[in-house]
């Protein structure tokens, strides 16, 4: 079993940055990919970011496309995303998530296995 933590989460003014971390604990860890998405009360939960576990790899959404950077750090199990400029329309409960198998549409949720608990990002104008 895997389980993902994720932190960072808060208030932040627009124009703003922010840096959110999940780390991964459990067994032997190695997933194929990791994502983030997000999701507004009553709507989907929306991709943000995705990154492969090994290589340089990385997916992003129009929505943070320019804006945002995803990262890990493989020692650490620890996957992070940073959004600078943030916009009151990027206020959501963001989730980190697990893919561990080799699969095509990460930028699905169905296609992870693993999801943490979420964290509140509130941007204000």
């Known amino acids: 079993q895997v389980q993902l933590v994720e932190s960072g989460g808060g208030l932040v003014q627009a124009g703003g940055s922010l840096r959110l971390s999940c780390a991964a604990s459990g067994r032997t860890f190695s997933p194929y990919v990791m994502g983030w998405f997000r999701q507004v009360p009553g709507k989907e939960r929306d991709f943000v970011a995705a990154?492969?576990?090994?290589?340089?790899?990385?997916y992003y959404a129009d929505s943070v496309k320019g804006r945002g950077t995803i990262s890990r750090d493989n020692a650490k199990n620890t996957v992070y995303l940073q959004i600078d400029s943030l916009k009151p329309e990027d206020t959501a409960i963001y989730y980190c998530?697990?893919?561990?198998?080799?699969?095509?549409?990460?930028?699905?949720?169905?296609?992870?296995?693993?999801w943490g608990q979420g964290t509140q990002v509130t941007v204000s104008s």
């Open positions: 998530a697990a893919n561990m198998d080799p699969t095509w549409g990460i930028i699905l949720s169905s296609k992870y296995n693993y």
């Open positions: 990154i492969r576990w090994s290589g340089t790899s990385t």
